[in-house]
């Protein structure tokens, strides 16, 4: 499998700066932020499936720009995969007709631009080739998942928006083939205090996370402000763990 970083930014501000968003292989994205415009029209038509981690705007804001974009371009509906709950609030407050069209009506409800698959944490999807990905436990504000991709070669984890998470290592750990870790730290040390309250991790609530890792891997660190993009990777890098954790950078490519 390969995964390109289309964005890992917290927010937006400059061609650098776009909000999360991967591209696994061709076919697949995780999340769909802002990250999503960096592909091109006939790049957006082969995408089959978006799988997403969350409700929160920075994560789901380009789907409804894909199916305006090259829906009529494709073959087949564009699948989102996510939880119950997720889906629930993407049909109450997105795709709505108020905010945005209904896209598993148009242009028809028989054939439809896209349609929902409703996933659980623990879910396996075969998506073909050899390649499985599977939903994480989360927590965060809203109901929320990570994802494990699994080549059968080789592993990539990420987080997905998360606070102190002990179920996430409890699965981390017997993953065999774990080559890539991402991980969010969305705040610095000095907004402790609010990432303990909007479920998201600041450097030395990472660093207690880190030390819950009992599997080597490549650590990556995403969803940083971008306003303080060096306050925080400064405070991360004063931390104590086996593998110094690297910043996650835009048009970065994972084979694994």
Not at 5 to 11: E, T, V
Not at 77 to 90: D, F, G, K, Y
Not at 190 to 211: F, I
Request: proline share 7%.
């Amino acid at each position: 499998m390969r995964l390109r970083i289309l964005g890992c930014s917290g927010s937006i501000g400059g061609p650098q700066h776009r909000t999360t968003s991967f591209l696994v292989d061709q076919d697949i994205l995780i999340d769909a932020g802002t990250g999503v415009g960096e592909l091109s029209l006939p790049e957006l038509a082969l995408i089959d499936h978006v799988f997403v981690t969350h409700s929160h705007l920075d994560h789901v804001d380009s789907i409804a720009f894909i199916l305006d974009s090259v829906g009529a371009m494709r073959p087949k509906p564009l699948t989102v995969h996510a939880t119950a709950p997720t889906i629930e609030i993407l049909k109450k407050n997105l795709f709505n007709w108020d905010i945005w069209p209904d896209f598993t009506v148009i242009p028809t409800a028989q054939e439809p631009f896209m349609q929902y698959q409703e996933i659980a944490v623990g879910s396996v999807i075969d998506i073909g080739k050899g390649r499985t990905i599977t939903a994480l436990p989360a927590n965060h504000t809203v109901p929320a998942v990570g994802y494990w991709l699994n080549s059968g070669k080789s592993s990539l984890v990420f987080s997905g928006d998360t606070g102190p998470n002990d179920a996430l290592w409890e699965i981390v750990n017997g993953v065999d083939n774990l080559k890539y870790l991402i991980i969010e730290t969305a705040f610095s040390d000095k907004d402790r205090r609010l990432a303990e309250l909007a479920l998201h991790l600041c450097p030395s609530m990472l660093g207690e996370e880190l030390a819950k890792l009992k599997r080597p891997a490549e650590v990556y660190i995403t969803h940083l402000k971008p306003s303080e993009i060096e306050l925080t990777m400064q405070e991360i890098e004063e931390l104590t763990t086996p593998v110094p954790p690297r910043l996650l950078q835009n048009n970065q490519v994972f084979d694994f």
